[in-house]
């Protein structure tokens, strides 16, 4: 009997080399390559730091409603514009090139504090909610007695992040460029939370970067202002300005023709089918394929989904959590510019290649990317799902017992 080799086995034969887990990277000197110039470089600090924030701020979750937060800033300025803005990512960037990207950027963290404290006078707080405001980089001195621990984190809502590192001072040398718009929202203490991030999603500014200002407690009724984890904060602008433009969209007239739309990034297949219909509907279905990072077995894998009707959602989407608010909004964003409605569901098959997480705005600007691909039309659903069911690597009735909108309409007819 031949025993098959544990994954420690798998990693000690290979030694990156010869790819066993299936694989076209080693996880692990993909991480070790990105930390070899920020190993250089942290010795060389000695317990002070001069140098450029995007800007941008990360702040915790653990101990809430204590969090720790406090500036980002980078080695260096190359790339500076771009290190923390995913909207505009370009999509040649491999896996590769965004964790070497976000390994530079440091975390800059204070001691705890309440999460209602936004007007709290301490020097941390109050360069932070000042840098983030800024529409261009900006300078920070930052002084710390701890060593850094290098490091380089990864989760499903953020984006990687570099070493965390705890101040003892900081000082912002270089004045901020506010944006006037920027600066008349945050200054109205008068508007809710809902209503500030959506004026600001109107005056274009990107999600990740009113997610960066709802984070530092910057928007909202002046008593109910407060700092927001950064994972929590991603979601929460996805969400708001997604239900704005829900509203907008059942005005419109509906869509004519099936249209479906397809994006591959980061071995991440997209397809997207928009229905004909009288209202809004939205189905998002996640899954992964075999030979995956959560699915090494090979066996068919569960499929998650999440779904909402014309009146949007009264819960959060447990299943498919924060990617759910993410794909939402890219195809209301579509919707929106088409001036039509429609019924939407949405298929995320997620393969190998895809062993180290990114964030949810992957999802967002993957999704962002297939709409706005060239797309086909079809005349019936049955020959558009037929055309995309020809594409997934999950038969498509396995997907009509998990949409409430292709269960209802059509699996007898395509069965």
Avoid at 64 to 87: C, F, H, S
Avoid at 236 to 256: C, F, S
């Amino acid at each position: 009997m031949v025993r098959l080799p544990t994954n420690q086995e798998l990693c000690l034969r290979c030694k990156g080399g010869k790819f066993l887990c299936g694989l076209s990277y080693c996880p692990i000197i993909l991480k070790t390559k990105a930390l070899l110039p920020v190993r250089k470089i942290l010795p060389k600090l000695n317990n002070e730091y001069y140098g450029p924030s995007p800007p941008s701020l990360f702040v915790g979750r653990f101990g809430y409603p204590k969090v720790r937060l406090g500036p980002m800033a980078a080695l260096n300025w190359e790339n500076i514009q771009v290190v923390d803005e995913p909207d505009i990512w370009q999509t040649n960037m491999s896996l590769e090139d965004i964790v070497n990207l976000r390994a530079k950027l440091f975390r800059f963290m204070a001691e705890p504090i309440k999460v209602t404290d936004v007007t709290s006078s301490t020097k941390v707080l109050e360069i932070t909610q000042e840098q983030i405001q800024s529409s261009s980089p900006v300078d920070l001195e930052v002084k710390f007695s701890k060593k850094p621990r290098l490091d380089i984190n990864f989760n499903r809502f953020t984006q990687p992040m570099g070493a965390r590192i705890k101040i003892d001072s900081i000082q912002l040398t270089t004045t901020p460029k506010v944006d006037h718009q920027v600066e008349r929202v945050v200054n109205d203490s008068d508007l809710n939370a809902v209503s500030a991030v959506t004026e600001l999603y109107r005056t274009e500014a990107s999600v990740t970067q009113i997610s960066r200002i709802l984070s530092a407690g910057l928007l909202g009724l002046a008593k109910s202002r407060k700092f927001v984890p950064t994972r929590w904060s991603i979601t929460a602008v996805d969400d708001m300005t997604g239900n704005y433009l829900r509203k907008k969209i059942q005005d419109y007239p509906e869509i004519q023709d099936f249209m479906v739309f397809h994006n591959s990034y980061l071995d991440n297949d997209f397809w997207v089918l928009f229905i004909p219909g009288r209202e809004w509907h939205f189905d998002y279905h996640e899954t992964w394929k075999k030979k995956s990072a959560w699915n090494l077995s090979g066996f068919t894998p569960g499929i998650l989904t999440d779904t909402e009707g014309p009146n949007g959602r009264k819960t959060y989407a447990t299943n498919t959590v924060g990617g759910y608010y993410a794909a939402r909004l890219a195809v209301q964003e579509k919707l929106m510019q088409m001036r039509r409605k429609a019924a939407v569901v949405a298929f995320r098959e997620v393969g190998k290649g895809y062993a180290i997480p990114l964030g949810v705005w992957q999802v967002r600007e993957n999704m962002r990317r297939a709409v706005n691909n060239p797309h086909k039309c079809f005349d019936d659903l049955q020959q558009a799902l037929r055309f995309i069911g020809k594409n997934l690597t999950i038969p498509m009735q396995f997907y009509f017992h998990k949409s409430p909108i292709l269960n209802r309409k059509t699996l007898n007819a395509f069965l």
